[in-house]
Structure formats: C-alpha cells, structure tokens
Nanobody, 122 residues
Framework: QVQLVESGGGLVEAGGSLRLSCAASGLTFSRYVMGWFRQAPGKEREFVAHIRWSGAGTFYTDSVKGRFTISRDNAKNTVYLQMDSLKSEDTAVYYC???????????????WGQGTQVTVSS
C-alpha cells in the first residue's frame, strides 16, 4: 500500500520560512516524479513544484520561483519543500504527490498525501 505522509506545516509570520517533508512508502520512490500542490480555502488545488526522478530537474510555478526549493533524498524516500520569504497568499493545505510523468497536471498524479496546513500571518 502506497503512503505519502507530509509534515512540517504550521503557523509562521510573513517573511519567515518553513520546510515541508513528505515520506513515501510502498513504492519504488526513485521511479517517481514527486510534486507539491496546494489548495487555499475556496480555491482549486494548484501546482507548486515538481522534481524529476534523480533530482536533477525541477520546475516551479511562477509565484514561488526564487522563494521555494524542492529537493529529494532517494535513500530516505523523502521529498522536501523549503519555503522562504513566505507571504500571506502562500496560506494553504500543501500536498505531496507522485507520478510517473513530468507533468504539472494534478490528474496525472497517482498517489497523494493527506496534506499539511501552512498558515502565514501578515
């Protein structure tokens, strides 16, 4: 059974930082592209970033470029999202997800975590 478990969310002031982690089990982690998505209240789930199998390639949505960094440790079956210079508009539930494709489309991700809340106070 595949499980993705996020951690590291919380309440932070604007301008602060958080590091999210997502631990994966039940799948061959290195064979999956890992992504982060987020969903704010009343809004649709949106793509944030993804990282390729070996970690050599990353891609970000424009609103987080230069502030967020996605990384992975295939030995630990874990993907991370370092979030710096946080803004109130980053407030959302953050989800990690796994796919066999290099894609930003949520529908292409086969496995999802339960989400972790990030709240940025202004």
């Amino acid at each position: 059974q595949v499980q993705l478990v996020e951690s590291g969310g919380g309440l932070v002031e604007a301008g602060g930082s958080l590091r999210l982690s997502c631990a994966a089990s039940g799948l061959t982690f290195s064979r999956y592209v890992m992504g982060w998505f987020r969903q704010a209240p009343g809004k649709e789930r949106e793509f944030v970033a993804h990282i390729r199998w070996s970690g050599a390639g990353t891609f970000y949505t424009d609103s987080v470029k230069g502030r967020f960094t996605i990384s992975r440790d295939n030995a630990k079956n874990t993907v991370y999202l370092q979030m710096d210079s946080l803004k109130s508009e980053d407030t959302a539930v953050y989800y990690c997800a796994a796919t066999g494709f290099v894609t930003v489309a949520a529908s292409e991700y086969a496995y999802w975590g339960q989400g972790t809340q990030v709240t940025v106070s202004s």
